[in-house]
């Protein structure tokens, strides 16, 4: 618009310079007198999100912040495969901290951000730095800390943070996190005693980074966390399912953590698979399955392998026994045994020699699976009782006497 104008005066100054000679065009100048605000440095990491405190926050608010995540994020405070995420959090949540506790680093970050914070590298001081600024970057969130360009207001000269900082002098010097932990948690941090300077495990397993802040140099701590006792459950099985082997699936609601440490409910299917030939008492162990809490590793959830009652066969190690009756006349004359075994075949035992009370017939590979032999089966032990008559006629004594007579 403001081109077409200077186009149109132009044309019209050169197309009628007798009636117009001495027409000034310094009444446009103005148009083009532009003021751009001084260039700042974005803020980098958003030191404020990280504690979920505004930016008012006073020492008490940041304090209180720290004590809450760092309960919940102190990477001893967490099972190790949670580890790497508790870390870095850990790391950030003390980085933070640190700068914001301290009135001369959190002076500079709300001036000029963490680039120039740590970098030392300000820009020139200048009167035009009391304009006020704002951002139309996107905010960072919990999950990106280190979101778009932001400026905090520098107009009210009555906040000392706002005031310009003298930064000749100043060099970034981080803190040790677990020296900040140490600092709030006194006695509570490690388990120590007055001014709580006990196991440091988690400062022996770090190394200082380019910022100060502990970086794993392992996995693991030297001391170990205090691990809550495992949860025993009974699996009740039948004989036909440590026979063939199972599948069984099982609900369990635990309390767990989300990434923004609150609290809450977590419904989980556990698969087991019972093996063949599997005995009472076996365990089967999901570990750091249970409840989690600040501090304590979650319990190891076991489950433990309880025998049900068959109607027809016991289990003895790796044999199955099963009780027979057979008559007088039976024991004497044989009989041939009809069993169903536990995977659903007939199995045919003649007994053709004379049987005595209380013998046992040994069926080989008819017993139960050998987990650690695949392949291979206990034996079938059959214990024979023989039903004797409860009485006999005379004439039946006769006849025995005269057909035994003569038998040894």
């Avoid at 006073?58 to 102190?74: C, G, P, Q, V």
């Avoid at 914001?100 to 963490?114: A, F, H, N, T, V």
């Avoid at 680039?115 to 009167?127: C, I, N, R, V, W």
């Avoid at 025995?400 to 040894?408: E, H, I, K, W």
């Amino acid at each position: 618009m403001i081109l077409l104008l200077i186009i149109l005066l132009f044309s019209f100054r050169f197309s009628n310079r007798q009636i117009l000679p001495h027409v000034s065009l310094s009444f446009l100048l103005p148009l083009f007198s532009v003021t751009f605000p001084p260039r700042f440095p974005t803020m980098g990491v958003d030191y404020y999100n990280i504690l979920k405190v505004n930016r008012h926050a006073s020492d008490d608010d940041l304090k209180k912040a720290y004590k809450r995540l760092a309960m919940i994020w102190h990477p001893d405070k967490n099972p190790s495969y949670k580890r790497p995420e508790a870390e870095a959090k850990f790391k950030l949540i003390s980085e933070a901290y640190d700068v914001l506790s301290d009135p001369q680093k959190r002076q500079i970050y709300d001036l000029y951000g963490e680039e120039a914070l740590k970098s030392g590298q300000f820009p020139p001081s200048s009167s035009s730095a009391s304009h006020s600024f704002s951002s139309t970057a996107p905010s960072p969130s919990a999950s990106n800390p280190r979101g778009g360009g932001h400026y905090y207001n520098s107009n009210n000269n009555n906040n000392q943070r706002q005031q310009q900082p003298n930064t000749g002098s100043f060099r970034f010097n981080p803190r040790d996190a677990e020296d900040i932990y140490e600092e709030l948690f006194g006695a509570e941090a490690n388990g120590g005693g007055v001014g709580g300077r006990g196991n440091r495990g988690f400062r022996e397993g770090y190394f200082r980074n380019n910022n100060g802040y502990g970086s794993s140099s392992s996995s693991s701590s030297n001391v170990e966390m205090r691990k809550a006792a495992a949860v025993e459950n009974v699996l009740p099985c039948s004989l036909e399912e440590l026979y063939k082997g199972s599948k069984r699936k099982m609900r369990l609601s635990r309390k767990v953590f989300d990434p923004s440490g609150k609290l809450g409910s977590l419904e989980e299917i556990l698969t087991i698979e019972i093996k063949p030939g599997w005995k009472r008492g076996t365990k089967i162990t999901f570990p750091e399955k249970g409840n989690e809490e600040p501090g304590i590793i979650p319990a190891d959830v076991i489950f433990v392998i309880e025998e049900k009652p068959h109607a027809l066969y016991k289990r003895d190690g790796n044999d199955l026994v099963v009780n027979q009756e057979i008559t007088l006349l039976e024991a004497l004359t044989g009989k041939t045994l009809d069993l169903i075994t536990l995977d659903g075949r007939n199995l045919m035992i003649p007994l053709t020699d004379i049987t005595k009370p209380g013998a046992d017939v040994v069926v080989p590979n008819e017993g139960m699976p050998i987990s650690k032999e695949p392949g291979r089966k206990g034996n079938l032990r059959i214990k024979l009782d023989v039903k004797y008559p409860s009485r006999l006629t005379a004439e039946q004594k006769a006849e025995l006497r005269r057909v035994l007579g003569g038998v040894d």
